[in-house]
């Protein structure tokens, strides 16, 4: 099968990860999914309250369990039904002259019981519900029952329940299945840290996890989220260090034994946390005016009958009216109190889960540690990595688990502060800060520094201390961007501060988020920190992703009073943008894992620059991204460094300084020298090249005459080009290196002027001792040289003729 077909295969496999929670037959029905008073209870009292209709037969089944309390009292009931801000169902019903008035007066005494019935068919309550809302995920809707007293028309009893038709975006399976391609690429960027240090892996996983974060957080800010975003949202806050508690979790309930005892006073999570939204929200979209006082319902609080009745099964039934303090604000408590997370468990939840990271993270290298030095030691084999690149590898490792806990441990830390709740939780809050604050600082100074210092080329040679530590931060950017890091941390740390310090303010957070998500746009088109052109389409597709998505929300900002249906739709239409992203990057994980196992099967070194989607990491001696830019010809030269300064130079024979070579072999090849000048080391100012030199301007076209460095096959030098006899007594060869030693000199014939040397910077600019004796000796070589020659010559009748 071709690769384009198993690709595609693929991103129909995830797609269907993602929606196929969705795709099961269920029979259409509405159902009460969280009951509250509306009013203080005084007449009517409720401990459990479970009704669904079934459009297909008109049935209702129903499990209540209620209590009347008050002696003789004549009411009216009022049912009433929001759907999306649509009012569908308004009726009100005298029961005095229902069942044959049994209901009225009240009857005082406990109702419970179970069953099923088939409703009159004159009532026709199927045809007064929209048919989407049977198959609509996250129903906005709810139901309130009043009874209201028929002499004084005081409000007796009202319960509110929200519906629900069992279709949610929020899905088990799909938080497992993002958490398993995490979990998965998390095992092949371990891997391939090991077999191909220099594969991008590694740097996807980063930004897929980033990428989940921010989703999850995207459903924090102080806005009136639809229902359907905000189920969409907590798929993902496994991202956050926030995992899904049942109401008798023992791990929250330790939290909240913490808690109390340190000063805490915040309420815990218990039961559904949808009653406690405010009623101008979702899934409400509407404010009830009662018809009793403020006064009033603050005064039927304090009744004992209240205090006597309000248990449930699971605690308490709420009252939740415009003025209670029990309801919970936007952003944070609800997000986190849907699924069974005190808003005063937050930051102690996510510190938690990521202290057993570490501690699992720290565990597994002790484990490979241990297992590499085993087989070392057992096998002898070098190949593996030694105690000090180990050290390295596992920095990097603690390295990224900080990139990864860095931006929700801020965003609940400073929540914390702002909630002053438990001593012992903001003590702990503040020295986590300082911990991962340096976690991060520190790299980062070092990385800044050490190309400041250096060079930023230098951050990317395989042999740097501080490349194998430091890789996370700057491996995909360009080496002239090696800092983008620094702005990019810069804008998760000010989205933490707005999230948790303005979180008063839905219009504020918005704005400032906007600016950021822009900033950071900006900043990748125009300075292009990545390379090749491949991966910065990625990464700015992904800056772009995460300011169209933020900027929609907007639409969800309380005072614009867009209207429930617009907000949904614009709310669906975050979540497929947020969901292609995921699917691009997840999908460039699988294809670069499937290009670096196919390039280790062909023996082909794996690195980033040798793949097609970053271009940053580079192999010992390879070019830079940004020499990678520059034509050959305005490349400039390789600097020779000296291998040791003039004074420590001696003609007699010094030792060769081979530190160089590794430096000089890195650069660009230098021209030819003679390899061998009786054990005389040259300074490096004497290695010019000859006009007639390969690589210089000047060429001879005498094809007869060998270069003056050439090396004939006896194995002996040619200091000279072949000369007649004739020469000899006369001025060297023009155009020869002769000739121009030999110029300001007096007329000595080609003889003289061997015995000069060549004018070089050192001699000329310096004119040290030592850099005269190293001529003198060339030019006593030259001319023994050249006498050589002449016998040579004169032994030759051939040559002489010639």
């Given at each position: 099968?071709?690769?384009?077909?198993?690709?595609?295969?693929?991103?129909?496999?995830?797609?269907?990860?993602?929606?196929?929670?969705?795709?099961?037959?269920?029979?259409?029905?509405?159902?009460?999914?969280?009951?509250?008073?509306?009013?203080?209870?005084?007449?009517?009292?409720?401990?459990?309250?479970?009704?669904?209709?079934?459009?297909?037969?008109?049935?209702?089944?129903?499990?209540?369990?209620?209590?009347?309390?008050?002696?003789?009292?004549?009411?009216?009931?009022?049912?009433?039904?929001?759907?999306?801000?649509?009012?569908?169902?308004?009726?009100?019903?005298?029961?005095?002259?229902?069942?044959?008035?049994?209901?009225?007066?009240?009857?005082?005494?406990?109702?419970?019981?179970?069953?099923?019935?088939?409703?009159?068919?004159?009532?026709?309550?199927?045809?007064?519900?929209?048919?989407?809302?049977?198959?609509?995920?996250?129903?906005?809707?709810?139901?309130?029952?009043?009874?209201?007293?028929?002499?004084?028309?005081?409000?007796?009893?009202?319960?509110?329940?929200?519906?629900?038709?069992?279709w949610s975006i929020r899905q088990e399976a799909v938080e497992w299945t993002t958490g398993g391609i995490a979990l998965g690429g998390l095992v092949a960027a371990g891997a391939f840290s090991i077999l191909a240090p220099e594969a991008i892996i590694p740097i996807r996983l980063l930004e897929l996890i980033s990428l989940y974060q921010t989703i999850a957080s995207s459903a924090l800010l102080n806005l009136n989220y639809p229902s359907v975003y905000r189920s969409f949202a907590l798929n993902f806050a496994?991202?956050?260090?926030?995992?899904?508690?049942?109401?008798?979790?023992?791990?929250?309930?330790?939290?909240?034994?913490?808690?109390?005892?340190?000063?805490?006073?915040?309420?815990?999570?218990?039961?559904?946390?949808?009653?406690?939204?405010?009623?101008?929200?979702?899934?409400?979209?509407?404010?009830?005016?009662?018809?009793?006082?403020?006064?009033?319902?603050?005064?039927?609080?304090?009744?004992?009958?209240?205090?006597?009745?309000?248990?449930?099964?699971?605690?308490?039934?709420?009252?939740?009216?415009?003025?209670?303090?029990?309801?919970?604000?936007?952003?944070?408590?609800?997000?986190?109190?849907?699924?069974?997370?005190?808003?005063?468990?937050?930051?102690?939840?996510?510190?938690?889960?990521?202290?057993?990271?570490?501690?699992?993270?720290?565990?597994?290298?002790?484990?490979?540690?241990?297992?590499?030095?085993?087989?070392?030691?057992?096998?002898?084999?070098?190949?593996?990595?030694?105690?000090?690149?180990?050290?390295?590898?596992?920095?990097?490792?603690?390295?990224?688990?900080?990139?990864?806990?860095?931006?929700?441990?801020?965003?609940?830390?400073?929540?914390?502060?702002?909630?002053?709740?438990?001593?012992?939780?903001?003590?702990?809050?503040?020295?986590?800060?300082?911990?991962?604050?340096?976690?991060?600082?520190?790299?980062?100074?070092?990385?800044?520094?050490?190309?400041?210092?250096?060079?930023?080329?230098?951050?990317?040679?395989?042999?740097?201390?501080?490349?194998?530590?430091?890789?996370?931060?700057?491996?995909?950017?360009?080496?002239?961007?090696?800092?983008?890091?620094?702005?990019?941390?810069?804008?998760?740390?000010?989205?933490?501060?707005?999230?948790?310090?303005?979180?008063?303010?839905?219009?504020?957070?918005?704005?400032?988020?906007?600016?950021?998500?822009?900033?950071?746009?900006?900043?990748?088109?125009?300075?292009?920190?990545?390379?090749?052109?491949?991966?910065?389409?990625?990464?700015?597709?992904?800056?772009?992703?995460?300011?169209?998505?933020?900027?929609?929300?907007?639409?969800?900002?309380?005072?614009?009073?867009?209207?429930?249906?617009?907000?949904?739709?614009?709310?669906?239409?975050?979540?497929?943008?947020?969901?292609?992203?995921?699917?691009?990057?997840?999908?460039?994980?699988?294809?670069?894992?499937?290009?670096?196992?196919?390039?280790?099967?062909?023996?082909?070194?794996?690195?980033?620059?040798?793949?097609?989607?970053?271009?940053?990491?580079?192999?010992?001696?390879?070019?830079?991204?940004?020499?990678?830019?520059?034509?050959?010809?305005?490349?400039?030269?390789?600097?020779?460094?000296?291998?040791?300064?003039?004074?420590?130079?001696?003609?007699?024979?010094?030792?060769?300084?081979?530190?160089?070579?590794?430096?000089?072999?890195?650069?660009?090849?230098?021209?030819?020298?003679?390899?061998?000048?009786?054990?005389?080391?040259?300074?490096?100012?004497?290695?010019?090249?000859?006009?007639?030199?390969?690589?210089?301007?000047?060429?001879?076209?005498?094809?007869?005459?060998?270069?003056?460095?050439?090396?004939?096959?006896?194995?002996?030098?040619?200091?000279?080009?072949?000369?007649?006899?004739?020469?000899?007594?006369?001025?060297?060869?023009?155009?020869?290196?002769?000739?121009?030693?030999?110029?300001?000199?007096?007329?000595?014939?080609?003889?003289?002027?061997?015995?000069?040397?060549?004018?070089?910077?050192?001699?000329?600019?310096?004119?040290?001792?030592?850099?005269?004796?190293?001529?003198?000796?060339?030019?006593?070589?030259?001319?023994?040289?050249?006498?050589?020659?002449?016998?040579?010559?004169?032994?030759?009748?051939?040559?002489?003729?010639?």
């Amino acid at each position: 099968m071709p690769f384009l077909a198993w690709s595609r295969a693929f991103t129909f496999v995830l797609v269907l990860s993602f929606l196929g929670p969705f795709a099961q037959a269920k029979e259409k029905s509405l159902f009460t999914s969280s009951v509250t008073y509306c009013s203080p209870p005084e007449t009517l009292l409720i401990q459990r309250f479970e009704v669904a209709f079934f459009p297909s037969n008109s049935s209702v089944s129903f499990n209540v369990s209620a209590s009347s309390v008050e002696k003789n009292v004549n009411v009216t009931a009022n049912l009433f039904v929001n759907v999306y801000g649509l009012k569908p169902f308004n009726m009100t019903l005298d029961l005095c002259n229902i069942l044959h008035g049994a209901l009225c007066p009240l009857p005082m005494y406990n109702f419970t019981g179970a069953d099923s019935i088939t409703l009159p068919s004159s009532l026709d309550i199927a045809s007064r519900i929209p048919g989407i809302a049977f198959v609509i995920p996250d129903l906005e809707g709810f139901a309130q029952l009043s009874l209201t007293e028929v002499n004084t028309g005081k409000v007796k009893a009202c319960v509110q329940t929200t519906l629900s038709n069992g279709w949610s975006i929020r899905q088990e399976a799909v938080e497992w299945t993002t958490g398993g391609i995490a979990l998965g690429g998390l095992v092949a960027a371990g891997a391939f840290s090991i077999l191909a240090p220099e594969a991008i892996i590694p740097i996807r996983l980063l930004e897929l996890i980033s990428l989940y974060q921010t989703i999850a957080s995207s459903a924090l800010l102080n806005l009136n989220y639809p229902s359907v975003y905000r189920s969409f949202a907590l798929n993902f806050a496994w991202a956050l260090g926030l995992f899904p508690a049942s109401p008798d979790s023992r791990f929250q309930q330790s939290i909240n034994h913490m808690r109390h005892l340190t000063g805490g006073n915040l309420p815990d999570a218990g039961g559904s946390a949808v009653g406690l939204v405010n009623r101008k929200y979702s899934p409400f979209n509407s404010f009830v005016a009662l018809q009793a006082s403020t006064a009033q319902l603050l005064e039927r609080v304090a009744k004992p009958v209240f205090r006597r009745a309000a248990e449930t099964i699971r605690g308490e039934v709420q009252t939740v009216t415009a003025q209670s303090s029990n309801v919970l604000p936007a952003g944070i408590p609800v997000y986190v109190n849907f699924i069974n997370v005190g808003t005063g468990n937050a930051f102690m939840t996510v510190f938690l889960v990521v202290l057993i990271l570490l501690a699992i993270t720290l565990g597994v290298l002790s484990l490979g540690f241990v297992i590499a030095r085993a087989i070392r030691r057992r096998k002898g084999r070098t190949g593996l990595l030694s105690v000090d690149d180990y050290r390295s590898f596992a920095f990097s490792w603690f390295l990224r688990v900080a990139m990864v806990s860095f931006f929700p441990l801020l965003i609940f830390i400073f929540y914390q502060w702002t909630l002053k709740d438990s001593w012992l939780s903001i003590f702990l809050s503040v020295i986590t800060f300082l911990v991962i604050a340096a976690s991060i600082a520190y790299p980062s100074f070092r990385v800044l520094a050490y190309a400041r210092k250096e060079n930023p080329e230098e951050l990317y040679n395989r042999d740097s201390r501080i490349r194998n530590r430091f890789r996370p931060l700057f491996s995909q950017y360009r080496s002239e961007r090696y800092w983008f890091f620094a702005p990019v941390f810069g804008g998760l740390f000010l989205r933490a501060i707005f999230i948790a310090f303005a979180k008063g303010s839905g219009p504020a957070q918005i704005a400032l988020l906007v600016a950021i998500e822009l900033g950071l746009v900006i900043a990748h088109i125009a300075l292009k920190p990545i390379n090749p052109k491949g991966a910065h389409i990625f990464t700015s597709y992904l800056a772009v992703t995460r300011l169209v998505a933020t900027g929609l929300l907007i639409a969800f900002i309380e005072a614009i009073l867009v209207k429930p249906i617009p907000r949904v739709v614009i709310g669906i239409i975050i979540a497929i943008i947020w969901s292609v992203a995921a699917l691009f990057t997840i999908g460039n994980i699988v294809w670069n894992i499937v290009l670096c196992a196919l390039q280790r099967g062909n023996g082909r070194e794996v690195g980033l620059s040798s793949q097609s989607s970053n271009g940053s990491m580079l192999e010992k001696g390879s070019k830079t991204p940004s020499q990678l830019e520059k034509s050959p010809s305005m490349e400039e030269p390789a600097v020779i460094p000296a291998t040791r300064s003039n004074s420590h130079l001696d003609i007699d024979g010094p030792e060769v300084d081979t530190a160089s070579e590794g430096r000089i072999s890195r650069g660009r090849p230098v021209n030819p020298t003679p390899e061998h000048m009786h054990s005389v080391v040259l300074e490096p100012g004497i290695l010019q090249p000859y006009p007639i030199s390969p690589t210089g301007s000047t060429v001879s076209t005498m094809e007869d005459i060998p270069s003056i460095y050439s090396r004939p096959s006896s194995g002996t030098m040619t200091v000279g080009s072949l000369l007649p006899r004739r020469w000899s007594i006369s001025m060297s060869q023009p155009g020869t290196p002769m000739s121009l030693s030999s110029q300001g000199h007096s007329s000595g014939g080609g003889y003289q002027a061997s015995v000069s040397a060549p004018p070089t910077e050192s001699t000329s600019g310096h004119g040290s001792n030592v850099s005269r004796n190293t001529s003198l000796r060339i030019g006593q070589l030259l001319q023994q040289r050249y006498e050589d020659i002449e016998e040579e010559l004169e032994s030759s009748p051939k040559l002489s003729r010639s």
